[in-house]
């Protein structure tokens, strides 16, 4: 059965078509996609309807979330609202290792191929927020992405950013293990 | 109003069951998924005593009846065996309910050799005509039964009404077969204007064309607008959109406290008028308590109506609105998925697939 992702934004929407595209050669389009538009306690309701069409229309759903602050609270919070949506038996995966702490922005760094080039990129980032101490509101992870993308002089927008670039991003990072594993035996 | 509608056997449909229906609901899915078969099962329903109303729903899709055994239509799968079974909950808790059967044909050719091959020994069943076996029950009396036929002879079509029913709920089905011309329909104005109405009708045609100040009509059957010009325009002049909304307008306006089903109510509208179109109906649809049902596969019709329910004179009528994703099983049993207001404004911010 075909997969349909449900994800909290376009960042992972694009991701997630680039990394199956490029582990497991699936080439997902708009149709696979549910965009939950961020997470809240209502989340699951709010997009009900649109995951039992997905179901009837004959796709395996896969909801993906951040963790946020606390993996073990957010998966207690999402099986609570699965189950009261009366579809408790959806595949989930909680970002970024279904294990801690993040986000996908979280995962995405981990996956920043460490070659000397870009290490020193990162490393600059982080000395401008050094630098930024104590200013109204410091750059967060999501900037230092783009930053490190757009200094290569390539699309840095989350939806249109090309993770299959070798010189940025590495697919194959161990920091995916826990992720393919969970998507390996949804795809077929 | 109609509050839940169970359909089985009939055209593509194996079984479907659409829950918490609303005042304005919309059906959309993919081609074949049923939509139109939900809006003329609907039809059936509603003039359940008048049995050319089967002729009619055939005629929407450009089936014409040239044989008795065009009834066959309506069966699920063509198959004579499988009955027609269409019910409904009222929102007052009241029942009703059509049951269909085939008439079937006593005459059988004679075999010769134009018509040998091929012979199965399943017998071919053909039909002349259909009986319609059709009940109210009010939640505390008895079931009230109702019998009537339609027979295909001689090139004509006999009807037997059942004497003791009266049919209490106006419905209106607006086909894609019909263009815009044809939903303006001079009698249907001319009740309007002897009702008292047309005050009522200029001022939700006004939303969509602020020009229209007046409606005449002419005894060549020509209805005129008044925009204000030296000269009165023939209503024909204006724009499809307008022409559409005015017969959509009437229409509701013409069935109160009944329903209006309007089949791909997309067709002839620009999309900048939209939301202007859907103030126009749902204002008009409150107002005369009519109960819709609309089908559509049009991204800006939904983008548009949510649009337009989130402006804050329409809040109170974000309630009324069911969204209804209709998916075809393999079985050919069709899943009903609803979207409340909450749920559909959802995915369209979302830019999420509902059609």
Request: charge should be negative; glycine fraction near 6%.
């Given at each position: 059965m075909p997969l349909k992702f449900i994800v909290e934004g376009k960042t992972e929407i694009k991701f997630f078509s680039d990394l199956l595209r490029n582990r497991f050669d699936i080439v997902l389009n708009a149709d696979n996609f549910i965009n939950l538009g961020g997470y809240n306690e209502n989340v699951i309701s709010k997009n009900l309807a649109q995951i039992q069409s997905a179901i009837a229309e004959g796709y395996t759903p896969v909801l993906i979330i951040d963790a946020d602050a606390n993996f073990n609270d957010r998966n207690l919070e999402i099986n609570e609202q699965l189950i009261n949506s009366n579809i408790p038996g959806i595949a989930t995966f909680i970002l970024p290792n279904n294990t801690d702490e993040g986000n996908i922005e979280t995962l995405l760094l981990s996956l920043i191929r460490p070659s000397q080039e870009n290490i020193r990129r990162i490393e600059c980032f982080d000395a401008l927020l050094h630098c930024l101490n104590g200013v109204q509101k410091l750059p967060g992870n999501k900037e230092k992405i783009y930053v490190l993308i757009d200094t290569y002089g390539l699309e840095a927008s989350f939806d249109k950013?090309?993770?299959?670039?070798?010189v940025i991003w590495d697919l194959n990072s161990n920091s995916l293990n826990s992720l393919i594993d969970f998507i390996e035996p949804l795809r077929n | 109003m109609y509050k839940r509608l169970s359909i089985e056997h009939f055209r593509g449909i194996k079984q479907a069951n659409l829950d918490d229906l609303g005042q304005i609901n919309l059906f959309v899915g993919t081609n074949n998924s049923g939509k139109t078969s939900v809006l003329e099962a609907i039809f059936l329903l509603t003039g359940m005593g008048n049995p050319e109303n089967l002729i009619k729903i055939d005629a929407f899709r450009t089936l014409f009846h040239n044989e008795g055994d065009d009834f066959r239509f309506i069966f699920f799968n063509l198959d004579y065996s499988l009955n027609p079974k269409l019910i409904a909950e009222m929102d007052d808790t009241s029942e009703r309910g059509l049951i269909i059967f085939p008439k079937l044909s006593s005459s059988i050719s004679a075999i010769n050799k134009s018509n040998i091959t091929p012979i199965g020994t399943k017998e071919d069943l053909k039909a002349d005509g259909l009986f319609s076996e059709f009940y109210l029950k009010s939640k505390h009396s008895q079931r009230q039964q109702f019998k009537s036929t339609i027979t295909f002879q001689n090139g004509r079509n006999d009807i037997e009404l059942s004497k003791n029913y009266k049919e209490t709920i106006q419905g209106v089905f607006l086909s894609t077969k019909q263009d815009s011309h044809d939903l303006v329909n001079y009698k249907a104005v001319e009740e309007i204007i002897r009702k008292k109405k047309k005050i009522e009708l200029i001022e939700v045609l006004k939303i969509l064309d602020s020009e229209i100040v007046g409606i005449e009509l002419f005894s060549n059957n020509m209805i005129f607008f008044?925009?204000?010009?030296a000269q009165l325009v023939p209503s024909n002049l204006s724009g499809e959109g307008i022409k559409k909304l005015f017969g959509i307008i009437i229409s509701i306006i013409n069935s109160p406290n009944g329903i209006v089903l309007i089949d791909e109510i997309e067709n002839g509208f620009y999309y900048k008028t939209l939301k202007k179109v859907w103030k126009s109906i749902v204002v008009a649809a409150k107002k005369y308590n009519v109960q819709l049902f609309i089908t559509t596969h049009n991204y800006e019709i939904l983008h548009e109506l949510d649009s337009a329910l989130n402006d804050d004179e329409m809040v109170g009528e974000k309630s009324k609105i069911r969204t209804y994703k209709l998916v075809k099983q393999d079985d050919k049993t069709v899943k009903a998925i609803k979207y409340d207001f909450e749920q559909l404004n959802t995915a369209i911010e979302n830019n999420n697939e509902i059609r």
């Amino acid at each position: 059965m075909p997969l349909k992702f449900i994800v909290e934004g376009k960042t992972e929407i694009k991701f997630f078509s680039d990394l199956l595209r490029n582990r497991f050669d699936i080439v997902l389009n708009a149709d696979n996609f549910i965009n939950l538009g961020g997470y809240n306690e209502n989340v699951i309701s709010k997009n009900l309807a649109q995951i039992q069409s997905a179901i009837a229309e004959g796709y395996t759903p896969v909801l993906i979330i951040d963790a946020d602050a606390n993996f073990n609270d957010r998966n207690l919070e999402i099986n609570e609202q699965l189950i009261n949506s009366n579809i408790p038996g959806i595949a989930t995966f909680i970002l970024p290792n279904n294990t801690d702490e993040g986000n996908i922005e979280t995962l995405l760094l981990s996956l920043i191929r460490p070659s000397q080039e870009n290490i020193r990129r990162i490393e600059c980032f982080d000395a401008l927020l050094h630098c930024l101490n104590g200013v109204q509101k410091l750059p967060g992870n999501k900037e230092k992405i783009y930053v490190l993308i757009d200094t290569y002089g390539l699309e840095a927008s989350f939806d249109k950013r090309d993770y299959s670039n070798n010189v940025i991003w590495d697919l194959n990072s161990n920091s995916l293990n826990s992720l393919i594993d969970f998507i390996e035996p949804l795809r077929n | 109003m109609y509050k839940r509608l169970s359909i089985e056997h009939f055209r593509g449909i194996k079984q479907a069951n659409l829950d918490d229906l609303g005042q304005i609901n919309l059906f959309v899915g993919t081609n074949n998924s049923g939509k139109t078969s939900v809006l003329e099962a609907i039809f059936l329903l509603t003039g359940m005593g008048n049995p050319e109303n089967l002729i009619k729903i055939d005629a929407f899709r450009t089936l014409f009846h040239n044989e008795g055994d065009d009834f066959r239509f309506i069966f699920f799968n063509l198959d004579y065996s499988l009955n027609p079974k269409l019910i409904a909950e009222m929102d007052d808790t009241s029942e009703r309910g059509l049951i269909i059967f085939p008439k079937l044909s006593s005459s059988i050719s004679a075999i010769n050799k134009s018509n040998i091959t091929p012979i199965g020994t399943k017998e071919d069943l053909k039909a002349d005509g259909l009986f319609s076996e059709f009940y109210l029950k009010s939640k505390h009396s008895q079931r009230q039964q109702f019998k009537s036929t339609i027979t295909f002879q001689n090139g004509r079509n006999d009807i037997e009404l059942s004497k003791n029913y009266k049919e209490t709920i106006q419905g209106v089905f607006l086909s894609t077969k019909q263009d815009s011309h044809d939903l303006v329909n001079y009698k249907a104005v001319e009740e309007i204007i002897r009702k008292k109405k047309k005050i009522e009708l200029i001022e939700v045609l006004k939303i969509l064309d602020s020009e229209i100040v007046g409606i005449e009509l002419f005894s060549n059957n020509m209805i005129f607008f008044d925009k204000g010009l030296a000269q009165l325009v023939p209503s024909n002049l204006s724009g499809e959109g307008i022409k559409k909304l005015f017969g959509i307008i009437i229409s509701i306006i013409n069935s109160p406290n009944g329903i209006v089903l309007i089949d791909e109510i997309e067709n002839g509208f620009y999309y900048k008028t939209l939301k202007k179109v859907w103030k126009s109906i749902v204002v008009a649809a409150k107002k005369y308590n009519v109960q819709l049902f609309i089908t559509t596969h049009n991204y800006e019709i939904l983008h548009e109506l949510d649009s337009a329910l989130n402006d804050d004179e329409m809040v109170g009528e974000k309630s009324k609105i069911r969204t209804y994703k209709l998916v075809k099983q393999d079985d050919k049993t069709v899943k009903a998925i609803k979207y409340d207001f909450e749920q559909l404004n959802t995915a369209i911010e979302n830019n999420n697939e509902i059609r």
